[in-house]
């Protein structure tokens, strides 16, 4: 996406294909604000002042499986570095939906753990307070197992923080996230070490 009218036609092709808010923010790697902006924007109704955020598009790296590896290669040297502080070692490796998918697949297979799935409530408009997402049945049980959390994009946290609570209730214990891209900047959420290919910060 070259610019903003780039990211506002996508937005409003996405929702035309029927895409919830949740969903567009995870496409184009930007919060749920962004997209309200860039769907209000493309209305051409009373002009809001846009919101801070920046659009990160890695589908260079996501449309080759030999990218893919490579980079995930680095995540789980990344991963192998903090839990040698702790003398921890990996049970299973848990891929956020959609777009953590494809990497933690690949680092489970390199760090010969199991691979689970999480499904995120961030794809859905209509979330009720207190509803969370899920991990899938289909693949590996967390209950008790050291886990690694993998996602694309970090941009406000809450996914994050919302699958570190759910695998704590599981009684699972994550023990580090690894993303492509942080931009929320933190080095911890819930106590759980943050680590990324890259950190991007605002200067204002």
């Not at 695998?167 to 759980?192: C, F, H, Q, S």
């Amino acid at each position: 996406m070259k610019n903003i009218e780039d990211l506002i036609q996508k937005a409003v092709e996405l929702q035309n294909n029927g895409l919830g808010t949740g969903q567009i923010a995870d496409e184009l790697n930007v919060s749920r604000e962004t997209v309200t902006w860039l769907l209000t924007r493309s209305k051409k109704e009373i002009a809001a002042p846009a919101p801070k955020d920046i659009s990160v598009n890695w589908s260079s790296i996501g449309k080759s499986a030999t990218r893919l590896h490579y980079i995930s290669l680095a995540l789980c040297d990344m991963v192998l570095e903090t839990l040698e502080k702790t003398n921890t070692e990996v049970d299973v490796v848990v891929g956020v939906a959609a777009s953590g998918i494809p990497l933690a697949s690949m680092m489970a297979n390199e760090l010969g753990a199991d691979f689970a799935l999480y499904h995120s409530r961030k794809g859905h408009d209509m979330v009720q307070p207190g509803q969370k997402g899920t991990i899938s049945r289909n693949f590996g049980s967390v209950a008790g197992k050291n886990c690694v959390i993998v996602d694309d994009v970090i941009t406000t946290g809450s996914t994050t923080m919302e699958v570190i609570e759910q695998l704590r209730e599981m009684d699972a214990k994550p023990r580090v996230v690894v993303v492509l891209v942080d931009k929320k900047g933190a080095d911890t959420i819930a106590n759980v070490p943050i680590q990324s290919l890259v950190r991007i910060v605002r200067v204002d």
